[in-house]
C-alpha cells in the first residue's frame, strides 16, 4: 500500500499490483509510475508524455526488453520543425517579443505548449498576436537587446526516467525530442541502434547514464541547449561514445568515461557549438580519437581529463577559442594534443608516448599559447609547429626526451620560447 500511495501505478509482472507492462500503465494515463524488479518484454513504442516520472526499483534488476524490436522508450512533444526564421527584440520588464521576418502565427499556430528560446534559456509564450508579435507568461527580466536569433517550439515539461535498464532495440532505446527541464539518472542502456538521442531539448540533467554496445552511438546530443551532464560511462559502442550535431550551447559534462568505441570517445561534429565544457573526462582505446571538435566550435573547454592510447590523436581542436587545462595526452598512435585552431590556449598538460605516439602538441592554427606544460619521450617532436601555424607562443614547459627534436618549427611567423625546460 505505502508503493500505491507514493505512485499513480505499480508494475509487477506477476500481476500482484495494478499492470504487468510499462506500455499499459502509460496507456491507462498514469504519470506517477514505478517499477518493481523483472524484465518487461515490450514489442512496440512506448510514448510517453510530458510531466510522467517512471522509477525502476533497481537499476540492474529492473529492465525493459525490447526484444530486438524496432521499438523505444520516447517523448516526443511533436513539435515536427523548430522555428528559428527572423530575428526578435526583447525590452526589460515587457512579456511582448518583437519580430523582424518572423512567422510566429502561421508557424505555431497548432502547436501547444509553447515556448521561446532566447539566450538559450526557455520561456513559455502566452500568447501569439501575429507572425511578428508574441507575448511571454512573464515579463522578460533581461536587459533589452534586438538582432536576436531564437528557437520557438512547442516542448513537454518534467520528464524523470530513473533507475532502469533498457535494452535491445534495433532503433533507439530512449528518445528525447522537444523536452526541457528532463532528468535523467542511475540509466543503463545497451544493445540498440543508438542508446539515447536528446533532440531539441534545453535546460535538462543527464547524470549516472551508463551506455554500451550500440550499433551506432552511445549518446546523441542535437540541437540542446543549456544542460549538464554528470557520470556517463559511453563504452564499447560500433561508433562514437558521444556525438553532438545540430546548433547546441551551454552544455557542461562532468566525469565522462568515454572508451573502447569503434570511432571516437567524444565526437563534437555540430553544425554551431558554443560555451562546451567537459571536466574530467576519460578517453581510453578508442578506434580513432579520444576527443574531436570540428571547426564550427567556439568557446570550448577540456579540462583534467585524461585521453591515452586511441587510434589516432589524444585529442582534435579545429575550432576557435579551446583552453585545455590540466590534461593528460599519452600513447595516442599519431599526436598526443592537435590543435589546428585558432585562439588555443594548453596550460598545465602533460604526455608522453615514445615510438607509440609521435608528436606531443601539434599547432596548425593562429594565436595558440602553450604554457606550463610538461611533454616528454615523444617519437619525433614535442612541440610542431605546422607551415599553416602562426604567432605560437611556447613557454615554461619541459619538452625533453623527443626522438628527433624538441621543437619542429614550419611556420609562418617564429615562435617564442620563454624559459624552456
Given at each position: 500500500m505505502v508503493l500505491q500511495n507514493l505512485y499513480d501505478a505499480v508494475i509487477d509482472g506477476n500481476n500482484l499490483y495494478d499492470f504487468p507492462l510499462p506500455s499499459l500503465a502509460i496507456a491507462a494515463g498514469a504519470k506517477r509510475i514505478y517499477i518493481r524488479p523483472g524484465t518487461y518484454n515490450e514489442s512496440k513504442t512506448i510514448s510517453v508524455p510530458q510531466g510522467t516520472t517512471i522509477t525502476g526499483a533497481q537499476v540492474d534488476s529492473t529492465i525493459?526488453?525490447?526484444?530486438?524490436?524496432?521499438a523505444s522508450l520516447v517523448s516526443d512533444s511533436g513539435y515536427g520543425t523548430s522555428v528559428t526564421n527572423g530575428t526578435i527584440a526583447v525590452t526589460q520588464g515587457s512579456a511582448t517579443v518583437v519580430g523582424t521576418g518572423t512567422t510566429f502565427l502561421t508557424s505555431l499556430v497548432t502547436a501547444t505548449g509553447k515556448y521561446i528560446v532566447i539566450d538559450k534559456n526557455s520561456y513559455i509564450i502566452s500568447s501569439i498576436t501575429n507572425d511578428t508579435t508574441l507575448v511571454l507568461a512573464y515579463p522578460f527580466r533581461g536587459r533589452t537587446r534586438s538582432g536576436l536569433s531564437y528557437k520557438a517550439l512547442a516542448m513537454y515539461s518534467g520528464l524523470e526516467v530513473l533507475n532502469l535498464t533498457i535494452r535491445n532495440s534495433t532503433s533507439v532505446g530512449l528518445r528525447l525530442s522537444g523536452n526541457r527541464r528532463v532528468r535523467v539518472s542511475n540509466v543503463v542502456i545497451r544493445n540498440c541502434a543508438t542508446n539515447m538521442v536528446m533532440q531539441d531539448c534545453i535546460e535538462s540533467v543527464v547524470k549516472s547514464l551508463n551506455s554500451s554496445q550500440s550499433t551506432v552511438a552511445g549518446l546523441?546530443?542535437?540541437?540542446?541547449?543549456?544542460?549538464?551532464?554528470?557520470?556517463?560511462?559511453?563504452?564499447?559502442?560500433?561508433?562514437?561514445?558521444?556525438?553532438?550535431?545540430?546548433?547546441?550551447?551551454?552544455?557542461?559534462?562532468?566525469?565522462?568515461?568515454?572508451?573502447?568505441?569503434?570511432?571516437?570517445?567524444?565526437?563534437?561534429?555540430?553544425?554551431?557549438?558554443?560555451?562546451?565544457?567537459?571536466?574530467?573526462?576519460?578517453?581510453?582505446?578508442?578506434?580513432?580519437?579520444?576527443?574531436?571538435?570540428?571547426?564550427?566550435?567556439?568557446?570550448?573547454?577540456?579540462?583534467?581529463?585524461?585521453a591515452e592510447s586511441n587510434g589516432d590523436t589524444g585529442a582534435t581542436f579545429a575550432g576557435n577559442n579551446g583552453t585545455f587545462s590540466g590534461c593528460t595526452f599519452s600513447f595516442n598512435v599519431n599526436v598526443g594534443l592537435d590543435v589546428p585552431g585558432n585562439d588555443c590556449v594548453v596550460q598545465g598538460c602533460n604526455g608522453t608516448g615514445g615510438?607509440?605516439?609521435?608528436?606531443?602538441?601539434?599547432?596548425?592554427?593562429?594565436?595558440?599559447?602553450?604554457?606550463?606544460?610538461?611533454?616528454?619521450?615523444?617519437?619525433?617532436?614535442?612541440?610542431?609547429?605546422?607551415?599553416t601555424a602562426q604567432m605560437v607562443l611556447v613557454a615554461t614547459s619541459n619538452l625533453s626526451g623527443a626522438g628527433d627534436t624538441q621543437i619542429?618549427?614550419?611556420?609562418?611567423?617564429?615562435y617564442t620560447s620563454l624559459n624552456m625546460l
Open positions: 525493459i526488453d525490447f526484444g530486438g524490436n524496432n546523441s546530443l542535437i540541437s540542446v541547449d543549456s544542460s549538464n551532464f554528470k557520470d556517463l560511462f559511453l563504452l564499447n559502442n560500433v561508433s562514437d561514445g558521444l556525438v553532438v550535431t545540430g546548433d547546441c550551447s551551454g552544455l557542461r559534462l562532468r566525469s565522462v568515461d568515454a572508451a573502447n568505441n569503434g570511432a571516437n570517445g567524444v565526437n563534437l561534429n555540430a553544425t554551431q557549438l558554443s560555451n562546451f565544457g567537459l571536466t574530467g573526462g576519460t578517453f581510453f582505446d578508442n578506434v580513432a580519437n579520444g576527443f574531436l571538435c570540428n571547426a564550427n566550435a567556439s568557446n570550448v573547454t577540456l579540462a583534467f581529463t585524461d615510438a607509440n605516439q609521435p608528436i606531443g602538441v601539434r599547432f596548425s592554427g593562429m594565436r595558440g599559447v602553450m604554457t606550463g606544460s610538461s611533454f616528454t619521450n615523444n617519437g619525433t617532436n614535442s612541440v610542431n609547429l605546422t607551415a619542429q618549427d614550419d611556420s609562418y611567423a617564429s
